[in-house]
């Protein structure tokens, strides 16, 4: 008998048995640990030895009730409070012992076991289920349950919800180019900035690995949402400093849906949040952001259709290159012409804009892009030995193709072909060049360097580039995003950016072209600028081969195109 109580007093989980007075008849320490009375004696020595602690004669009585109802009561969990705060998961088996007559109950018996560390392995297993482990912010699956209840409501209230699809650009390039641990820490940052730009009612989220989404409660109205996008993107475009290594910016595309009230479904909801910030992405506006609307949905059908089309046929029928004159501000007179490419499809001309990802995506950029370049080539060699006439030709490259192996042979195979005076080519760049496998396109642009090709980097001002990374390539030319341009006449920030990036690029010896210039106001502000070229609907529009010829024939006849003997400096316009 003495052994069983020693195995009693000693066993892990507690038990003890009470009576309907919540007297304490028998107990182990397990139980008195549990009960939070923290004693070690033998329980027949306490004082206070028949008085339950005061939490769990709260617990006891439910038990009690508990168990008179159903008998006894099984697996039943419940937290007890402990002293200064801290408190633990009990889980509880109890029963009751009757008379010896059956007539009423002599006491109350449980078995208690410890389950707090079961508790807190749970709680970690549903945050798992629930957040993203590397933001710690709401995961998708949380993230669609908030949206629901956000449909729902919204139904009565539309214009309280509203839906901001996030997506970031170039993150697998970033992690292409720094590594995995970078792109987490920068993933991070963004996950922070997020959430210091919205209230608490808002709720942010990660929902796949580079798009975040944000529902937010009354964002008052289009204006209000439009402030909001422009206080994160002046967050996510200060520069800051993961691991010494300093980023200008992330570049992010926002959808919005706005009011909520039209969707039964979170995931056609998100999907069309999705789709806004897709479009944000190709169509370029100074927000980086586009409401969703049906229009866009039907345009978002009509490019599934296209990439069916160009993943099925890779032919390069139906493609065509059009010219738009670069030329200097002060008379208009025509300097170079960029190649543009063009898509004729069913009777419509496909934009470049939808047909380049497009091509890029599925592998076809490499033949179209080769075609291309040999199509432009053939006609500055044509026009090269009709006028002999100083005009350069600029052919964008995407950087895809820049990154093949193959990529400067092929290009040395259409020099031959077509006879062209290289010297007057530039490949235009965007800034997603310095994403790519550095190393790779160092070595093709040196090689094409050599073919006597030169180089502009197109877009300038939108990517990653830092002016450090810029001096790394042999690049000769900057083109300023049309961006800089649009908001010139009322915006004196951009006047000021503009002048800056003009002076700055001077200073470190680039030659200057400025894109998207469509008004004379926009014009009259830029001659302030010297040594500046254009190019912008002001003055043309992108050209057929044919009107590019006629209006080369002009220049060339009035004589404000050099032959190609007076010149020597491909770029530079006169001062
Ligand atoms: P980009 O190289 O920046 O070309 C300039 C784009 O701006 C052209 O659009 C041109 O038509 C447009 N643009 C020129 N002036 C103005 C203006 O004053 N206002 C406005 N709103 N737009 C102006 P496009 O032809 O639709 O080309 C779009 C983009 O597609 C090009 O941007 C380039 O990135 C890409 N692309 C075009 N052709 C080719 C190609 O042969 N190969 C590759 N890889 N990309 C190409
Ligand atoms: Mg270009
Ligand atoms: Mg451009």
């Given at each position: ?74 697996n039943?969990e419940?937290r ?8 633990r998961w009990v889980r ?21 076991a410890d389950v707090t560390n079961l508790k807190l392995k749970e709680a970690e297993l549903s ?449």
């Open positions: 008998m003495i052994e069983y109580q020693e195995i009693f007093d000693n066993f892990s989980e507690g038990f003890g048995c009470w009576t309907p007075e919540q007297r304490l008849l028998q107990a182990n320490d397990a139980f008195l640990r549990l009960m939070g009375l923290g004693i070690k004696k033998p329980f027949s020595e306490l004082p206070e030895a028949n008085a339950l602690s005061h939490a769990f004669s709260e617990i006891s009585g439910v038990i009690m009730k508990q168990v008179e109802i159903q008998g006894a009561i099984k039943f419940f007890l409070p402990h002293e200064a705060g801290a408190s509880v088996n109890a029963w009751r012992v009757l008379d010896t007559d059956n007539s009423s109950t002599r006491c109350y018996a449980a078995y208690l945050h798992l289920a629930f957040y993203d482990a590397l933001t710690g912010l709401p995961n998708r699956s949380l993230f669609i349950n908030k949206l629901a209840a956000a449909l729902q409501a919204a139904k009565r209230y539309p214009e309280q919800y509203a839906l901001i699809s996030i997506d970031l650009d170039d993150l697998s390039n970033i992690n292409q180019h720094y590594g995995r641990d970078f792109g987490d820490m920068l993933l991070r940052h963004v996950a922070t900035t997020l959430l210091a730009c919205c209230r608490e009612t808002d709720a942010v989220a990660r929902i796949g690995s580079d798009d975040f989404a944000m529902l937010l409660r009354d964002p008052e109205g289009g204006s209000g949402l439009v402030k909001i996008i422009k206080r994160i993107r002046s967050k996510l475009e200060t520069p800051f400093v993961i691991w010494e290594q300093q980023l200008d910016s992330v570049s992010a595309h926002f959808g919005v849906i706005f009011p909520l009230n039209d969707y039964d479904s979170q995931e056609s909801a998100l999907r069309d949040a999705g789709l806004a910030a897709g479009r944000a992405r190709t169509t370029r506006n100074n927000l980086a952001c586009k409401f969703f609307s049906k229009r866009m949905m039907e345009k978002a059908r009509k490019t599934l259709s296209l990439t069916v089309v160009l993943r099925k046929k890779h032919d390069l029928k139906g493609f065509h290159v059009v010219y738009q004159p670069i030329v200097r501000p002060a008379n208009g007179d025509l300097h170079s012409f960029e190649a543009l490419a063009r898509w004729a499809h069913e009777g419509r001309s496909v934009s470049p804009s939808t047909f380049i990802p497009i091509a890029e995506e599925t592998g076809f950029i490499k033949s179209l892009g080769e075609f291309i370049i040999e199509a432009t080539c053939r006609q500055l060699h044509c026009w090269q030995d009709e006028y002999n006439a100083a005009i350069n030709m600029h052919v964008n490259v995407s950087p895809s193709q820049l990154a093949t192996s193959d990529f400067p042979d092929s290009i040395n195979d259409i020099l031959h072909r077509t006879g062209v005076d290289s010297s007057r080519l530039f490949f235009e760049v965007t800034e997603s060049i310095f994403l790519r496998d550095f190393a790779k396109v160092l070595h093709n642009v040196n090689l094409l360097r050599q073919l006597g090709i030169h180089f502009c980097l197109d877009d300038f001002g939108t990517g990653y580039s830092s002016l450090s990374y810029l001096k790394l390539l042999p690049i000769e030319c900057l083109k300023i995003d049309r961006s800089f341009v649009s908001d010139l006449e009322k915006d004196t920030t951009s006047r000021v950016l503009l002048r800056h990036i003009v002076a700055l690029g001077i200073d470190l010896g680039y030659s200057l072209v400025v894109e998207g210039v469509e008004r004379q106001t926009q014009l009259s502000l830029l001659n302030e600028v010297d040594h500046l070229l254009v190019q912008g609907f002001y003055f043309y529009k992108p050209l057929s081969t044919y009107v590019a010829d006629a209006l080369l024939e002009e220049t060339y006849k009035s004589g404000t195109l050099k032959r190609i003997s007076d010149t020597k400096a491909p770029l530079k316009p006169a001062s």
